[in-house]
Structure formats: C-alpha cells, structure tokens
C-alpha cells in the first residue's frame, strides 16, 4: 500500500489545565479543509463507511473514545487504530475504508478536501476494484 493511508499526529499542548489539539495546513493536513463533519452515537454493533472516493482527501481524528479504521487499495487491507485526539488518519483518494468498533461516546471529526459530492463517492466494492484498475 502506497501513502493512500497513514497516521500522522497532531501537535498538542498539555498543562496541568488540560490539552489542547491543533490542526493546521502542513504535512499532515496536506489540503485546505473546505468541510469538517462528525460522527457520534454510533451503536458499538455497528460499522460505517464501507464506500471509497474518487478525489476527495480526508483526515479524521477520533477526539473523543476510539475506532478501528480499515483502508484497502484494491489488493492490501489495512486497519488503523484511531484512539487519541492527538492523533489522525490521512486517507486519500481511490482508498476504500470501513470504520468498525466506535468505543462508546465516540466522536470521530472528519476534514474533507472537497464538498459533499455523493458523484464522488464509489459504495460498491466490485465497482471499487474495476476502477482502480482502469484508474491507478
Ligand atoms: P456517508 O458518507 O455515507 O457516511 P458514512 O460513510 O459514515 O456511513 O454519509 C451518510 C449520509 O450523510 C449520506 O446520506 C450523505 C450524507 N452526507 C451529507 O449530506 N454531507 C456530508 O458532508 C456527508 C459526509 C454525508
């Protein structure tokens, strides 16, 4: 697997008065957010995602509780932990995910490179892997 996925942290600031998480244009937020959503009150038996995107990048960060996120290009699978805020997944384009296992009171924040464009999105896996192999 190619850098379709990887963990990259995020730059926080602790005190006796607590932490704070900050999030700017840099190596870990290659793109400028034009959307930023969140998920939370996921039932634990229940999964999300299960789709892929064309163009759109992301970076999601668990800031509350914890998940498990699968990335598979194509041929390799592969599942991150999400468990801290200081912490992030940067997905890229053409990867298929699956969000499994949200913890209780889990809040999973999402920054997207594009706007909602549901053109975008491939939520078929047999469609997924016939695009990659006439895309990448
Ligand atoms: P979806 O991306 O399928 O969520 P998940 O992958 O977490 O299961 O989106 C769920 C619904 O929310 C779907 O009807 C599209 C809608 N939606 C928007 O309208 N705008 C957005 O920015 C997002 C992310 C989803």
């Given at each position: 697997?190619?850098?379709?996925a990887?963990l990259?942290?995020?730059?926080?600031?602790?005190?006796?008065s607590g932490?704070?998480?900050?999030?700017?244009r840099?190596?870990?937020?290659?793109?400028?957010?034009?959307?930023?959503?969140?998920?939370?009150?996921?039932?634990?038996?229940?999964?999300?995602?299960?789709?892929?995107?064309?163009?759109?990048?992301?970076?999601?960060?668990?800031?509350?509780?914890?998940?498990?996120?699968?990335?598979d290009?194509?041929?390799?699978?592969?599942?991150?932990?999400?468990?801290?805020?200081?912490r992030?997944?940067?997905?890229?384009?053409?990867?298929?995910?699956?969000?499994?296992?949200?913890?209780?009171?889990?809040i999973?924040?999402?920054?997207?490179?594009?706007?909602?464009?549901?053109?975008?999105?491939?939520?078929?896996?047999?469609?997924?892997?016939?695009?990659?192999?006439?895309?990448?």
């Open positions: 697997m190619s850098w379709i990887k990259v942290e995020v730059p926080t600031y602790s005190s006796d932490s704070l998480a900050v999030v700017e840099s190596h870990s937020l290659p793109f400028d957010p034009v959307r930023a959503y969140f998920i939370f009150d996921v039932p634990n038996w229940s999964s999300r995602g299960f789709h892929a995107h064309k163009n759109l990048e992301q970076l999601m960060i668990a800031v509350a509780g914890s998940l498990s996120v699968l990335v290009d194509g041929s390799v699978r592969r599942e991150f932990e999400l468990d801290s805020p200081s992030g997944l940067l997905i890229g384009p053409g990867a298929w995910r699956e969000m499994h296992r949200f913890a209780p009171g889990t999973c924040l999402v920054l997207a490179s594009e706007k909602f464009d549901e053109t975008d999105y491939i939520r078929d896996y047999q469609d997924f892997v016939s695009w990659r192999e006439s895309n990448c």
